[in-house]
């Protein structure tokens, strides 16, 4: 009896907590779809290990960096495996898991809906069941909506089945915000082109916006109703689309690279497509690489923000970046609450936002100063690079395929925690300690 007690603590420590189990289903898929990328069937000409996990790793982060051409060097299996583990990822495993469990009649345990709670980034455990079959569900009409309208875009240009499967892929690729494709130069063949730039980008800021807010119109149905996150998230992305765009024609007009040698028109549809692109999408319509140096730094700060929660797309989220913006105001105004149109805002709620943040810089600067030391690149390219893979959004001035092996191991590893968030990997690395005896405070000099 005596060995009871400490069998029992042991057991415990060893038991998985819903953050690791998370993250571990995000790497066994990544793993699975490596192994289905390097079939023989999957590939024209065979292709590395590496390029496989590179690949795999990219698509279950909804990352879409590449190594390798996809249109090119994947066959039409290969490329329909990394639809799938888009789709995966971008609504996250756990959603399917209990999607599926509620199909076959499976009841959901405490513990599973705690382990779907974390991948939803909800606290209320009541919900897990309904939002997963919410996020299904809507996806599905959205994608299927989507894939219908490029359908009807591209049928004529090419045969039907091919015009049949880029809208499937594209469709999927867009609203999880991958920005994967099946041609070398993204979507640049389309940059003037009304309909493309219009489906694909009401796709992928529908997916970035996060499904909570979508469940919330659609029950609310009127502006009024509808909850302040949902009501913040509508009114921050139209107003930060508008600006970037105004901000992308002022900076970049007159760039012959970019928008100086298109025509009038098609440089509004070139502004849209690159302001609303660069909170995660990953798809271009210009060339990335010739931008100039304030339109790079711009599109940097908005990759680090990323969208929405609970959406498919990462970065350290629009509402973070909102806190950080109210919580310095109130500090500089000396106000002990930080308020959001009439709401306080609660202390963990700040806390939380600053460590997401603090911790999501670090790993950035960490994962580019080993970039800088182990590769050859320019600091606007690296960072670029960095923060595009932390920020799971794709974007890339053209020098993933031409790191070394260390250097895409570092890529892999930004997209991977930068897609189940920087905080599950602070909970990965600590457990949490109660101080049952409160320390003394002391003045620290800040600033």
Known sequence: MKFKRP?????????????????????????????????????????????????ATSAVTVTGLTVVDTGADFTLFGQFVIAVLIQFGGLGLMTFAVVTLIAIGGKIGVFQQQVAATAFNQTKLSTVTSTAKSVVIFAFIVESLGML???????????????????????????????????????MPFVGDPAINLIITTLFIVGGLGFVVWIDLYRQRRWQKLNLYSRMMIMSTVVINVVVMLL???????????????????????AWFQATTPRTAGFNTLDVSGYND????????????????????????????????????????????????????????????????????????????????????????????????????????????DLNVFGQLLLMFLMFFGRIGPLTLGYLLARPKRNRVRAPSTEIPIG
């Open 7 to 55: 069998l029992v603590a042991r057991s415990r420590n060893l038991e998985l907590s819903p953050p690791l189990i998370l993250a571990l289903s995000f790497l066994v898929l990544i793993v699975l779809g490596a192994g289905l990328l390097l079939l023989p069937f999957a590939t024209h000409q065979s292709i590395g290990v590496s390029d496989a996990l590179f690949t």
């Open 149 to 187: 309208l490029l359908l009807f875009r591209w049928y004529g240009e090419m045969p039907f089945g091919d015009a049949l499967f880029h809208s499937f892929f594209y469709s999927i690729s867009a609203f999880n915000n991958a920005g994967f494709a099946l041609s070398a130069d993204s979507l």
């Open 248 to 270: 992308i024609l002022a900076l970049e007009w007159n760039n012959p690279a970019t928008l100086g040698g298109l025509a009038e028109q098609d440089r509004l549809w070139a």
């Open 294 to 401: 304030a339109t790079t730094i711009l599109t940097i700060l908005l990759m680090f923000i990323g969208g929405g929660s609970l959406s498919t797309s990462s970065g350290i989220k629009l509402m973070t970046f909102v806190v950080l913006i109210l919580s310095t105001y109130a500090f500089i105004r000396q106000r002990k609450e930080i308020r959001l149109v009439n709401r306080s805002i609660p202390e963990h709620t700040v806390r939380k936002a600053f460590a997401l943040t603090v911790m999501s810089v670090s790993l950035i600067w960490i994962s580019f100063f080993l970039l800088a030391a182990t590769q050859k690149v320019s600091f606007i390219d690296g960072i670029f690079e960095v923060v595009s893979a932390f920020g799971t959004v794709g974007l890339s001035r053209g020098i993933t395929a």
